[in-house]
């Protein structure tokens, strides 16, 4: 009983990590609510929510609502108003949100959840899970849309000269973008190639300040960092006003923002996939301010093959080599151990579907 009990354990312990031995993830304000020392940013002022719960009235709660409501979790009132008291319904959300962001189900504006709601996240709203308690994985959007082309499908992709930033060089901006397709077309069949025809681009990416033109307007420093839209839209809009960084070593701002890690991200949404409850998979909704997250996880690519077949060049070999290349610290042992991680990881996921 004991290699099949604990391995169990262990399992759930390390679930959906393949990249938990390769990479410690810079966490930047854990240590306190508010860290940034000389910015204000959007969602800094729910920390005074910290603490509530069901029967508590906080005077502005009624923005963390329209926050909830934004994010797919309330519906909006009949009055098309919302209260500061905190009721059943809000409970209810909030009880969604904690299990699709991969939180302790609480019920309670608690020091984890308030955390996570301040942090900057991606614009596209979450698909709440049906049931509270169940398997963490990758989500599609409604009636599961993908680029319905014949295998293997090319997509262009070009940059709006007209809506560009002006703090990187736009070679660095194309390559860190060139770095995030490439995330993606190892696991399918699919490629990218940039066009400078921007009119007959499939995908279009911008930056943009504010109302854009799509109803989804950006808001400032923090809070939304970028948002782009299921197939076949191809529409791909980054926040302006963000510290758009392709290397921390250069940018030292402390609400610096990884360029390919959002690309990657949204890439993802592109292609037809919606938000991941797991915490470590690339289409996890957040990304703290100087966290580097590039790398695809098992969760993602499950997910993205799921609607497009496999790259017939990966393996999940490749998985883990790009995970033991990207930390020299780790150990071959370790990496071993991980490998058998991985391969159970598959197994039970497989047992769940
Ligand atoms: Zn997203
Ligand atoms: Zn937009």
Known sequence: ???????????????????????????????????????????????????????????????????FHHFGYLKMEEDMNFTDLFDAKFELALNKYQAKL??????????KTISQIMSPRCGVKDVPKKTLHVTRH???????PRWARTVPITLTYSFSLANLITSLSLQDIRDAFKRAFGHWEAV??????????????????????????DDE???????????????ESGRFHLDAAETWAVDFQVQKSDVAIDLESVATHEIGHLLGLAHSSVKEAAMYPSLK??????????????????????????TIQDLLESDISSNDAVDLRISSLSIWFVLLQVLITSLCH
């Open 188 to 213: 399918i069949p699919l490629t990218f190639l940039e066009t400078y025809d921007y009119g007959s681009a499939d995908i279009k990416i911008g930056f943009y300040s504010g109302e854009h033109g």
């Open 102 to 111: 991969g939180l302790p189900i609480t019920g309670k504006l608690d020091y």
């Open 289 to 314: 301010p100087r966290e580097k997250k590039v790398d695809l996880t098992i969760d993602d690519i499950r997910g993205i093959q799921t609607l497009y077949g496999s790259n017939p060049n990966f």
């Open 1 to 67: 009983m004991f290699p099949l009990s604990c391995g169990f354990i262990l399992l759930l312990l390390l679930f959906s990590s393949p990249c938990f031995f390769a990479r410690t993830i810079p966490l930047y304000h854990d240590a306190k609510l508010t860290a940034t020392k000389n910015y204000t940013y959007k969602w800094q002022n729910f920390e005074k929510f910290l603490e509530a719960s069901r029967g508590s009235r906080v005077n502005e709660m009624f923005e963390l609502k329209k926050y």
């Open 138 to 144: 990758y989500e599609f959007f409604t009636g599961q």
């Open 217 to 231: 307007a950006f808001d400032g420093v923090l809070g939304v960092l970028a948002h782009a839209f299921s197939p």
